[in-house]
């Protein structure tokens, strides 16, 4: 299908992502893109429309293979991130290792500049001498060499005591029709009425809302509530995959959804999802918060 047939709602609304490309990765199905994949999904991508990919150093080999196979003027578009400082304290000699890494991420993208760049560990920005880095991340962004700058969250409240220290431009936090606590709390309001870029990823929870049986070692509790919430939406005849793009769509204050792709297919299945489907979403908030948090998996 030409790119103008499709949606524009769906090119300019989500990202790809390329952990699955770079790494193993998933909680249900950890297996890694081959290589040739990975170009196919890059060229469809963009031949699709899509102008916005996402990336980290920590992603294994992703950077490298967009500056392999992603087309020059799209590797402009990439949001990255920063590695992580191992230190308790920042200060100059650190901001040169991040500073380097940071290069290298460039070099390895084959670019001299990308749209986004977060601090990808939250709490290097609890750290001592974390003013130097937001510092040093403003000047990349006055020199050009970034567009925005910002950080990646895992709360709420992370979220809002980090925005009142540094005034940032990014954010990306997790959201999706199991965890909707930035969207309850009204941080995602907060935050789009102070002119921050909103990118929600954990769209499927890690590959979880996609399957109604689950084999693997997750919390029991939640492996419940997938089950009755795929009891209802078969009941429905509602596909979880069209439920999680339809929620997605239904969230105007994000302006980006981070979503993983394996295959050219699943590029094509994200571009003819069927969002016109009725499902109250809030029935299916999972409660209890420490749970959602795939790091305790």
């Not at 009204?186 to 789009?192: E, P, R």
Request: charged share 25%; aromatic share 10%; hydrophobic share 40%.
């Amino acid at each position: 299908m030409h790119k103008n047939l499709i949606s524009k709602d769906i090119t300019q609304r989500f990202a790809i992502g390329t952990t699955k490309l770079g790494m193993p990765y998933g909680a249900i199905n950890p297996q890694q893109v081959e290589d040739d994949i990975a170009e196919r999904i890059f060229i469809k991508s963009s031949a699709l429309g899509f102008d916005s990919f996402d990336t980290a150093p920590s992603y294994g080999n992703a950077e490298q293979l967009i500056g392999k196979y992603l087309v020059p003027e799209l590797r402009k578009v990439c949001v990255t991130k920063l590695v992580k400082i191992e230190e308790n304290q920042i200060n100059d000699q650190t901001l040169h290792l991040v500073e380097d890494h940071f290069q290298e991420s460039l070099q390895n993208m084959q670019t001299h500049t990308c749209y986004g760049l977060l601090v990808h560990d939250v709490q290097d920005l609890f750290k001592p001498g974390a003013d130097f880095l937001v510092d040093w991340m403003q000047e990349l962004k006055a020199k050009g060499r970034v567009n925005k700058i910002g950080v990646s969250v895992y709360t709420p409240e992370e979220a809002q005591i980090l925005y009142e220290k540094f005034e940032f431009d990014l954010i990306q936090l997790p959201c999706n029709i199991f965890d909707q606590r930035f969207i309850q709390s009204g941080t995602l309001k907060l935050l789009a009425d102070k002119g921050v870029e909103i990118h929600a990823r954990s769209l499927f929870l890690k590959g979880l809302i996609l399957k109604p049986q689950v084999t693997a070692n997750l919390p029991q509790a939640l492996l419940l509530h997938n089950a009755a919430f795929h009891q209802e939406i078969h009941k429905q005849k509602i596909l979880a995959y069209d439920a999680c793009i339809s929620f997605a769509k239904k969230q105007s204050l994000v302006d980006r959804w981070v979503i993983g792709v394996s295959s050219e297919q699943q590029l094509e299945q994200l571009v003819h999802a069927n969002t016109d489907i009725a499902l109250n979403f809030d029935e299916w908030v999972f409660k209890d918060v420490a749970t959602l948090d795939p790091r305790s998996w």
